[in-house]
Nanobody, 118 residues
Framework: QVQLVESGGGLVQPGGSLRLSCVAS????????MYWYRQAPGKQRELVAT???????NYGDSVKGRFTISRDNAKNTLYLQMNSLKPEDTAVYFC????????????WGQGTQVTVSS
């Protein structure tokens, strides 16, 4: 069982920045893949960024060049640095982990709200 706790959300003006954190209850050094997703009201959950144990990184088209995913194994923490925020980035942001490549079992955090508005 893996517990994930996100934090760092809030209200920010367009063009501003936020850094989200996702702290895991287990060591993340060997976790197969970690994700950030988001879900805006009335919309489907959207994949924002992916980071594998091999350090392969991918971003959704809507956030490329503005968001950066990273991890700190010593702190068991996944990050999402979000710059140049837009109103359309407003959503609840979730982290998700799939610990093993040999299983589809995955875990979700409770989410953190990000609101971009003037």
């Amino acid at each position: 069982q893996v517990q994930l706790v996100e934090s760092g959300g809030g209200l920010v003006q367009p063009g501003g920045s936020l850094r989200l954190s996702c702290v895991a209850s287990v060591s993340i050094s060997s976790i197969y893949v970690m994700y950030w997703y988001r879900q805006a009201p009335g919309k489907q959950r959207e994949l924002v960024a992916t980071l594998t144990s091999g350090r392969t990184i991918n971003y959704g088209d809507s956030v490329k060049g503005r968001f950066t995913i990273s991890r700190d194994n010593a702190k068991n923490t996944l990050y999402l640095q979000m710059n140049s925020l837009k109103p359309e980035d407003t959503a609840v942001y979730f982290c998700n982990v799939r610990p093993s490549m040999f299983s589809t079992l995955n875990y979700w955090g409770q989410g953190t709200q990000v609101t971009v508005s003037s």
